[in-house]
């Protein structure tokens, strides 16, 4: 019994290594958050009921900070509840859009999320979500090169293990040079999510906040990361113009 118990263990801990290398960065990040959210406030009920309260109240307001809700916040510490990423931090419901000749990607500042559409080709209309893997790396020689770098950065999020598991890195075997075409004033408020007219402050905290969700350990892409930096330069230059 002993022996086959082991067995189970090491099986069960392979498959949960596999499913940690394989997960999204960003939901990974918020399941570990939720995680420890449930076990700080379970540790504090037990605490108090123990009758530990110099414990369980700090630990009880650092679990419900972790779920995104701290009481403190209606007491006047709303931004204490910022250092847990908590409830003092309301949606801004902006998205950024960047447009290739096939592909027009949107990523949503509040969760990191990156989603896609197809504008031409035999499936102009569809969502990037409705192809798998292979589906999606077969549109690749039909594709210009920037939207061979968009679908990229698209597989990154969806497929961090694709270029392991791409036979013959289908897509980054294809790549072309990206064109530099000089980028629009209007392209750059679509990308840093702005309204035109916005200030040199709110293109400087879209960009700063953009930048961190495109950081490689929230699946982040170095086109993106580019477009975005190209696109704070054109509106800075716009200003000073």
Request: hydrophobic share 45%; charged share 15%.
């Amino acid at each position: 019994m002993t022996l086959i118990a082991g067995v189970v263990a090491i099986i069960t801990l392979y498959l949960l290594l596999q499913m940690f290398r394989a997960a999204n960065p960003a939901v990974l990040a918020r399941t570990i958050k939720v995680g420890g959210g449930v076990v700080a406030l379970a540790v504090a009920a037990f605490t108090g009921l123990r009758g530990e309260l110099a414990v369980a109240i700090p630990l009880g307001i650092f679990g419900a900070g972790l779920l995104g809700w701290t009481p403190l916040a209606n007491a006047g510490f709303g931004n204490l509840g910022g250092l847990f990423g908590g409830g003092a931090t309301r949606p801004s419901g902006k998205t950024s859009r960047v447009r290739s000749q096939f592909l027009d990607m949107r990523l949503d500042h509040d969760s990191g999320q990156l989603t896609g559409q197809l504008v031409a080709g035999p499936h102009a209309g569809r969502g990037l979500d409705e192809f798998d893997l292979a589906g999606l790396l077969a549109m690749v020689p039909a594709f210009d090169a920037e939207s061979v770098a968009l679908l990229e950065s698209y597989l990154d999020r969806r497929f961090p293990a694709w270029r392991q598991n791409a036979q013959g890195n289908a897509a980054g075997g294809q790549r072309r040079t990206v064109a530099s075409g000089k980028m629009t004033a209007e392209e750059a408020y679509q990308i840093l999510g702005l309204q035109p007219g916005a200030g040199r402050d709110d293109i400087g905290r879209a960009h700063k906040s953009l930048m961190k969700k495109l950081h490689p350990d929230q699946g982040g892409s170095t086109y993106l990361a580019a477009r975005v930096n190209e696109a704070k330069d054109t509106l800075l230059r716009t200003h000073n113009g």
